[in-house]
Nanobody
Framework: QVQLVESGGGLVQAGGSLRLSCTAS????????MGWFRQAPGKEREFVAA????????TYANSLKGRFTISRDNAKNTVYLRMNNLQPDDTAVYYC?????????????????WGQGTQVTVSS
C-alpha cells in the first residue's frame, strides 16, 4: 500500500499551464504503475495518463495527447502531470492512482491506491 498526496492544482486562465504533482509514501515506488484521472461535476471519472514503474512506457487519453505529459522521478517518489493550453473543459478534480498489479491501466478499477484529488479550474 502507498499513500498518495496530490498538489499543484488551482485556477488558471484558458491557454495557461499547470503542473500537478503526486507524492507517494512507502517503499518500492518504482514497482508501481501510476495513473492520473479526472472527474468533472456530474461526470464519471475518466482516464488522463499512465506511466510504468520505470517511466519507460506512457499512455494517454487520445483527446489529451499532445497537451498533457506524464513523468515521474522515482528518487523523489513523485509522479507529475504537465498540462498545457488548458481549456475550460479541463476543469475537474484530478486524482493520481497507483497499482503494483497487472491490469488495464486506463480504467479506475485497475488501481487500488488513490489520492484525495486536487482541483483544477480553467476560466474562459
Amino acid at each position: 500500500q502507498v499513500q498518495l498526496v496530490e498538489s499543484g492544482g488551482g485556477l488558471v486562465q484558458a491557454g495557461g499551464s499547470l503542473r500537478l504533482s503526486c507524492t507517494a509514501s512507502g517503499r518500492s515506488f518504482n514497482n508501481y504503475y501510476m495513473g492520473w484521472f479526472r472527474q468533472a461535476p456530474g461526470k464519471e471519472r475518466e482516464f488522463v495518463a499512465a506511466i510504468s514503474g520505470s517511466g519507460g512506457s506512457t499512455t494517454y487519453a487520445n483527446s489529451l495527447k499532445g497537451r498533457f505529459t506524464i513523468s515521474r522521478d522515482n528518487a523523489k517518489n513523485t509522479v507529475y502531470l504537465r498540462m498545457n493550453n488548458l481549456q475550460p473543459d479541463d476543469t475537474a478534480v484530478y486524482y493520481c492512482a497507483a497499482t503494483n498489479r497487472g491490469g488495464y491501466y486506463i480504467v479506475p478499477a485497475s488501481y487500488e491506491n488513490w489520492g484525495q484529488g486536487t482541483q483544477v479550474t480553467v476560466s474562459s
